[in-house]
Structure formats: C-alpha cells, structure tokens
C-alpha cells in the first residue's frame, strides 16, 4: 500500500479530485487530503464536493507519503500562492517521487520549478506558462516524464488515475500500513455532508 498525499484549495475541479481520489482508495492506498488548515472546509468550483481536510500542510513533509496528486480547477492557483505547498510539491520531484497534476494542476510544476525540460500537458490556457517556464507542451491525454505525470480535462481522468496507479505499483513494496500510529480520522466518503 503506498501513501498518497492530495493537495487542495478553495474551488477545486470536482471531478479531478473524487475520480482519482476513490480510485487510490479503491486499490488500497491510503490517500491524505491536504490543505492549508486542517479542519477548514474546502469548496468544490461546481459546488458537487466539499471536503475537510485530514491535514495542515504544517504537519507534512514529502518524506511522510510515496506520491502526491494535484487536482485541478482555481485550486492550484490558490496553492501556487502558498509557498508552503510549493515547496511540499518540490520535495516530491526532488525525491523522485511521482507528482501528478491534472488541468490547472501543471500551474504548482512551474511555480516549484519542476517543469524545465520536462514533457507535459494540460488545459490548454496554460500551455505559455509551462513553455515559458522551458516545458515541452504536447496535446496528449496523459504524459509521463520522469517523476511527472500530467494530464489536460476531467475527460482524461481515467487515463490519469490509471497512469497513477501503473507508476504506485511498479515502485514495488511499499511501506506497511500506518494507520495505528495515525490519529483516527473519518474518510471523505464516510463523512456526513457539511
């Protein structure tokens, strides 16, 4: 079982965090949803999801969890603006874990400054920043380069989740379950609607 960490803001794209989220879940990771407090709810953009964070980005390091997933919508511009999940998302890339971002997602890779001479994609409104930042834009549904895996639209989300999980399961064995050294938490689908 490997340990996911998701980063979320304000007005997130639903889909982009629900799909892969229960996808991880469904295979037996365990998943963390991050934000900047913990407790504080976060707001879906289409108003389908609202989650309460697990935990603050005060309380997590990269070396706590084997990947981090960044969905899309105006949560990653948030983020860009927090240097705390900025630097939390360089660790990963400079650990050589894997960093997926899907949609607006690829905003937090130029802002780490991960995405210099890597292959990505991503909704297209995007696609000068990460070329200005020297990315390689393609138009695909999925890219993979190095620890990055971006993808361009909810549409593309299945490629996306499947990429994630082909990339946790060739890491091998992972770290046994922490789950009785971590307090108790409620996951989001058994927590009642705020």
């Not at 899907?102 to 292959?119: K, N, Q, S």
Request: charged share 30%; proline share 8%; net charge negative.
């Amino acid at each position: 079982m490997a340990r996911v960490a998701f980063i979320v803001a304000n007005d997130f794209e639903d889909s982009e965090f629900r799909e892969p989220y229960e996808r991880l879940r469904r295979a037996g990771h365990e998943v963390t949803v991050i934000g900047s407090e913990a407790g504080t709810p976060i707001q879906g953009k289409k108003g389908k999801e609202k989650i309460v964070p697990d935990t603050s980005i005060d309380r997590v390091s990269p070396s706590d969890y084997d990947a981090l997933v960044i969905p899309g919508g105006y949560s990653p511009d948030r983020l860009r603006m927090d240097r705390r999940m900025v630097d939390f998302t360089r660790g990963f890339f400079d650990e050589g874990k894997p960093v997926a971002a899907v949609c607006h997602a690829p905003w937090m890779l130029v802002e780490a400054g991960i995405a210099r001479d890597r292959t990505v994609t991503s909704w297209p409104s995007i696609r000068t920043d990460l070329v200005n930042a020297g990315a390689r834009w393609v138009d695909q549904e999925v890219v993979e380069d190095g620890p990055l895996i971006t993808s361009r639209k909810p549409e593309d989300l299945p490629a996306f989740s499947a990429a994630i999980l082909h990339r946790l399961d060739a890491m091998g064995p992972r770290r046994p379950d922490r789950s009785m050294d971590m307090p108790a938490t409620n996951s989001l689908s058994e927590r009642p609607a705020i």
